[in-house]
């Protein structure tokens, strides 16, 4: 069965740089949520979106930005990258607003030197 | 803010032997509770709790919710070496106008042959 796909599995970039996650859920699914896992950390809500609209948002800096397009996929802007950005960034998605059951993506390992 | 607190934060145990992992949480509006197993990189779903003193069971797995003290423990029965790995708890808000997880810090197992 389908998973969620992010890419890039890797990233490394330099400090005050720029970086786009990409996120594509599961067929059919129309909820997206972001979370941050720094090292040894558990999952940090960043934001969702439901239905192409931003429907929550939690601890995500002001550097970074997210939408999610007509095909459902979301993208995850981050710029002017510090070094404490370094993380694990998930994303899950789920059908309906308000369905409990995400399902993740393997993540994508940011490394900001 | 809602909390989320797992014990142990790390357990090592033999092969064969039986884990209790626990898990409390504090949330303004409690939706649900939900286990996740997480290897190398993405959390895999375990289980939905949504109502007290039902016990939801797969295969050496088991969990349950107790919503009167708010906390609920995963047992994992006769432990094999692939069962190494963080389990993390999770509970649902849906008090904004979406629903969202917020995560515990994870319980660390591992099961030594």
């Known amino acids: 069965a389908a998973g969620v796909i992010q890419s890039p599995r890797h990233l490394i970039k330099e400090k005050r740089e720029t970086a786009t996650l990409k996120c594509y859920p599961i067929?059919?699914?129309?909820?997206v949520y972001w979370y941050q896992q720094g090292p040894g950390q558990d999952p940090q809500f960043l934001i969702s979106f439901y239905e192409k609209m931003q429907s929550d948002k939690g601890s995500i800096p002001d550097r970074f930005s997210a939408q999610q397009f007509s095909d459902y996929h979301s993208e995850l802007n981050m710029s002017s990258l510090e070094l404490g950005d370094s993380a694990l960034y998930f994303c899950a998605s789920s059908f309906g607003g308000t369905n409990e059951k995400l399902f993740f993506g393997s993540g994508t390992q940011l490394s900001v030197l | 803010e809602d909390k989320v607190v797992q014990s142990p934060l790390s357990l090592v145990v033999h092969e064969g032997d039986t884990v209790t992992l626990n898990c409390s949480y504090e949330v303004t509006n409690f939706r649900s509770l939900l286990w996740y197993k997480q290897e190398k990189k993405a959390p895999t779903f375990l289980f939905m709790l949504t109502s007290s003193g039902i016990e939801k069971k797969s295969g050496r797995l088991s969990s349950i919710l107790d919503k009167k003290e708010l906390f609920s423990i995963l047992n994992i029965t006769a432990t094999q070496t692939g069962d190494s790995a963080i389990y993390l708890c999770a509970v649902g808000d849906s008090g904004g106008s979406n629903y969202k997880l917020t995560f515990g810090k994870g319980t660390l197992l591992t099961v030594n042959p």
């Open positions: 067929p059919r699914h129309d909820t």
